[in-house]
């Protein structure tokens, strides 16, 4: 029997996906606890139809990612701090104030995205990846100089 699963399954796919299945799996398990529906008439062409719609957002979330990933990897960031002696900050830069700079420059991001692993506390200049997209990580340059 055919289903379209309707959450993720363990050892049988993703929510969305078209799965054969052994009919008493898919009748006493799969489908009473709405893990599935049977692909068949409209269930079946409603799943070709949200097939296509997703291959379409997905290919449009890609496209924006690389804009957005060649954006970054153009982009240096001066951050200006307050000094003590010796060149140390007072405080540090964090992923959040990175995602805050480049969503000052139209680049909004997440601050989880961000990729670093712990905060910059001297002055100087820092290559930072950033997670934009499955295999797209460009690097932002941050540069640290004393405000003032």
């Given at each position: 029997m055919k289903v379209i699963l309707t959450t993720d399954v363990p050892k049988l796919g993703k929510s969305g996906e078209l799965k054969a299945v052994a009919d008493g799996?898919?009748?006493n398990f799969?489908?009473?606890?709405?893990?599935?529906?049977?692909?068949?008439?409209?269930?079946?062409?409603?799943?070709?139809?949200d097939i296509a719609s997703r291959e379409?957002?997905?290919?449009?979330e890609k496209d924006d990612a690389e804009?957005?990933?060649?954006?970054?990897?153009s982009t240096t960031l001066t951050m200006?701090?307050?000094?003590?002696?010796?060149?140390?900050?007072?405080?540090?830069?964090?992923?959040?104030?990175?995602a805050d700079a480049l969503g000052r420059r139209g680049i909004?991001?997440?601050?989880?995205?961000?990729?670093?692993e712990e905060p910059l506390k001297s002055l100087g200049t820092y290559?930072?990846?950033?997670?934009?997209y499955s295999g797209?990580?460009?690097?932002?340059?941050?540069?640290?100089?004393?405000?003032?």
């Open positions: 799996y898919a009748l799969l489908i009473p606890r709405r893990l599935a529906v049977p692909a068949a008439g409209g269930a079946y062409r409603a799943w070709q139809h379409e957002k997905r290919k449009r804009i957005a990933a060649n954006r970054i990897s200006g701090v307050k000094v003590g002696e010796g060149g140390k900050l007072y405080g540090s830069i964090t992923a959040k104030d990175i909004e991001i997440d601050r989880h995205k961000v990729d670093l290559k930072v990846a950033v997670k934009v797209l990580t460009p690097e932002v340059t941050i540069v640290v100089e004393p405000k003032g």
